[in-house]
C-alpha cells in the first residue's frame, strides 16, 4: 500500500533559527516516542555563505527527560556525520547548502534529542523536524 502519510507523525524539533555563534548550539525539542518504533530527524540547512562552517549533529536518548546521553552508532540509522555539514571549499545548493540530512534513531529508548553546534559567528538558518513513524496504532492523526 502506498500511504505513508497515515503512518507518521512529524513534529517541529527545532523551529527555523539561526544558528552561528562559534561553538553554541541549540538542542532540539523532546521527542517521546512511545507508541511509535522510531524517530527519523531530518535537518533542514540554509544558505550557508561561510566555506569554513561545520555543523555537527549530536543524536542523545534517555528514559527521562531529565538524563540524555549520546546514542551508540547502532542504535541510529545513517550517522550523525552525514546528518552534519562539513567545510567546503565552495558552497554548492543542494550539497554543501540548501540541503536537507538526516538521522533516524532505532534504539529502545522512549525520548530522543538532536543538538547541532557550528564552528562559525556568521548566522546560517536551519530546522530541524522529527518524523515519529511505525505507529503500533495506525491511522494517526492529521495533522
Known amino acids: 500500500m502506498r500511504d505513508l502519510h497515515n503512518a507518521v507523525v512529524a513534529q517541529v524539533a527545532v523551529a527555523a533559527i539561526t544558528v552561528g555563534t562559534t561553538g553554541t548550539g541549540r538542542s532540539s525539542k523532546i521527542i517521546d516516542s512511545a507508541g511509535y518504533g522510531g524517530v527519523e530527524y531530518v535537518v533542514n540547512y540554509g544558505t550557508v555563505t561561510a566555506t569554513n562552517a561545520v555543523f555537527t549533529v549530536t543524536l542523545k536518548e534517555g528514559d527521562v527527560t531529565g538524563t540524555m546521553t549520546s546514542v551508540a552508532d547502532a542504535d541510529m540509522?545513517?550517522?550523525?556525520?552525514?546528518?552534519?555539514?562539513?567545510?567546503?571549499s565552495t558552497r554548492t545548493s543542494g550539497v554543501s547548502k540548501n540541503v536537507v540530512k538526516r538521522v533516524g534513531y532505532k534504539g529502545a529508548k522512549r525520548y530522543t534529542s538532536l543538538d547541532i553546534k557550528s564552528t562559525i559567528t556568521a548566522g546560517t538558518p536551519i530546522a530541524i523536524s522529527a518524523v515519529l513513524h511505525t505507529p503500533m496504532v495506525a491511522p494517526t492523526t492529521n495533522p
Open 77 to 88: 540509522l545513517g550517522t550523525e556525520l552525514l546528518a552534519g555539514l562539513a567545510a567546503a
